[in-house]
């Protein structure tokens, strides 16, 4: 599971000329009030950018002798004009949309007034409750106890991502196990922040899941550097001497995609030797990885020792490579998957497709489709010899049997049993 913190200001709302001319308001105060000459202004800012308005209004009472409290109501005043008039944009909008599709959770950190944001978010319908936690610092620099606290409170997390637009705060979240992306909403040329995000993913090889049923499919060509295709074909055939029951026909793999609410389209093509080409390459092969299941307990096949990939582990059934394209094309391979692995000959019900899981450690994008047995198909299962020339044994197993082996279990596999059901 993925857990986001965003900064606010920089990176959801586009005000860093808004917190120089508040900052040059309190300066132009503070000459007034002290008859003086404030010079040096860019460094003071420096200085400040980052820390919340109580810690830089403590600073400013050190550095010019001037009651804090009297200067942090002024900031506060000046912050709630700026954001009457400030509106989250609509890449923003889409890209906390695209978090939720990927099963991704939210929170802010920033160092702006909760209530302040809080309301700002209120404003903008699109938004869904985000929990909000307001920067502490020590000496200048983020508090690591509080990094700490937040890390324990969301522990069941394996990825933390912090985005944020300084980069000596960005730092200081990545020296604490945190990933870190820079982003300044500021910056015309990089505005497309869920574009960065997900090759961000890539590059990293987080693993994410797309919850959709959604899913167009469109033929494009790839070109793949032709040395890499020698060795794939070399390999494939010395594969092939050793093991003559390896999948020998064209399957589909991809490179592109793109993600949003009215779904997931995926551009692919073909190759008779992928299966070697994927391990060649940055190309992720297409696959579908079945959930069947009667009442509580769910079709599990264990893979054999002859196999290419994977070898001795244990798969949710039924799954395989897609070699056709398009929405009923999946349903007839999953169909065809459950007849050759599982040994039912005719489903009574329709399969359904509910989410994508992109697996970049071994390079694979797996659909996921469900099936639930009726009492009758779940006899004709038990009744048959089940073991095909994939795996050595095949059984019926309850979530928290299986939970007893998960990390015996493929990636996929693994995935929907921990974060999904």
């Known amino acids: 599971m993925i857990l986001i913190s965003l900064d606010f200001d920089g990176v959801i709302i586009n005000s860093k000329n808004d917190a120089i001319k508040n900052l040059n308001k309190i300066l132009d105060y503070i000459e007034i009030k002290k008859n003086l000459i404030i010079k040096n202004r860019k460094n003071i800012f420096n200085n400040l950018n980052g820390l919340n308005i109580e810690q830089i209004s403590l600073k400013l009472e050190k550095q010019f002798k001037i009651n804090s409290k009297l200067i942090k109501k002024k900031f506060d005043l000046y912050w709630k004009e700026t954001y009457k008039k400030k509106k989250i944009n609509k890449e923003i909008v889409s890209f906390i949309k695209y978090l939720r599709l990927i099963?991704?959770?939210?929170?802010?950190?920033?160092?702006?007034?909760?209530?302040?944001?809080?309301?700002?978010?209120?404003?903008?319908?699109?938004?869904?409750?985000?929990?909000?936690?307001?920067?502490?610092?020590?000496n200048n620099?983020?508090?690591?106890?509080?990094?700490?606290?937040?890390?324990?409170?969301?522990?069941?997390?394996?990825?933390?991502?912090?985005?944020?637009?300084?980069?000596?705060?960005?730092?200081?979240?990545?020296?604490?196990?945190?990933?870190?992306?820079?982003?300044?909403?500021?910056?015309?040329?990089?505005?497309?922040?869920?574009?960065?995000?997900?090759?961000?993913?890539?590059?990293?090889?987080?693993?994410?899941?797309?919850?959709?049923?959604?899913?167009?499919?469109?033929?494009?060509?790839?070109?793949?550097?032709?040395?890499?295709?020698?060795?794939?074909?070399?390999?494939?055939?010395?594969?092939?001497?050793?093991?003559?029951?390896?999948?020998?026909?064209?399957?589909?793999?991809?490179?592109?995609?793109?993600?949003?609410?009215?779904?997931?389209?995926?551009?692919?093509?073909?190759?008779?030797?992928?299966?070697?080409?994927?391990?060649?390459?940055?190309?992720?092969?297409?696959?579908?990885?079945?959930?069947?299941?009667?009442?509580?307990?769910?079709?599990?096949?264990?893979?054999?020792?002859?196999?290419?990939?994977?070898?001795?582990?244990?798969?949710?059934?039924?799954s395989g490579g897609i070699n056709d394209y398009s929405k009923k094309a999946l349903i007839k391979q999953f169909k065809i998957e459950m007849i050759e692995e599982v040994g039912l000959n005719k489903m009574d019900s329709i399969p359904e497709i509910f989410g994508v899981f992109f697996d970049f450690e071994n390079s694979l994008i797996d659909i996921f489709i469900k099936y639930q047995f009726n009492e009758n198909e779940f006899r004709i299962i038990k009744n048959n010899v089940l073991v095909n020339n994939e795996h050595s044994h095949i059984f019926f197993g309850t979530k928290n049997k299986i939970m007893e082996k998960i990390n015996k279990y493929t990636s996929s596999s693994k995935y929907i049993l921990e974060q999904i059901l």
């Open 103 to 138: 099963n991704a959770e939210i929170i802010i950190i920033s160092s702006s007034s909760k209530k302040l944001i809080n309301k700002k978010l209120k404003e903008n319908l699109n938004f869904p409750l985000i929990q909000i936690f307001q920067k502490k610092f020590i």
């Open 141 to 318: 620099r983020i508090d690591r106890r509080f990094l700490k606290k937040i890390k324990n409170q969301y522990h069941q997390f394996k990825y933390l991502i912090h985005i944020d637009d300084n980069k000596k705060i960005l730092k200081e979240f990545i020296e604490e196990n945190f990933y870190g992306i820079f982003f300044d909403i500021s910056n015309k040329k990089n505005k497309n922040l869920t574009l960065i995000f997900q090759n961000f993913l890539i590059k990293n090889k987080i693993n994410f899941f797309v919850r959709t049923n959604k899913i167009r499919f469109t033929r494009h060509y790839i070109n793949i550097d032709s040395n890499i295709i020698k060795r794939s074909i070399v390999k494939f055939k010395n594969l092939k001497q050793k093991n003559k029951s390896i999948f020998n026909g064209s399957l589909l793999y991809s490179n592109k995609w793109d993600l949003s609410t009215r779904g997931l389209r995926i551009s692919y093509d073909t190759n008779k030797y992928s299966l070697t080409l994927i391990k060649n390459s940055k190309l992720m092969s297409l696959a579908i990885q079945g959930l069947s299941y009667y009442k509580k307990k769910f079709i599990v096949g264990k893979r054999s020792s002859d196999v290419l990939f994977n070898k001795n582990y244990m798969e949710l059934l039924p």
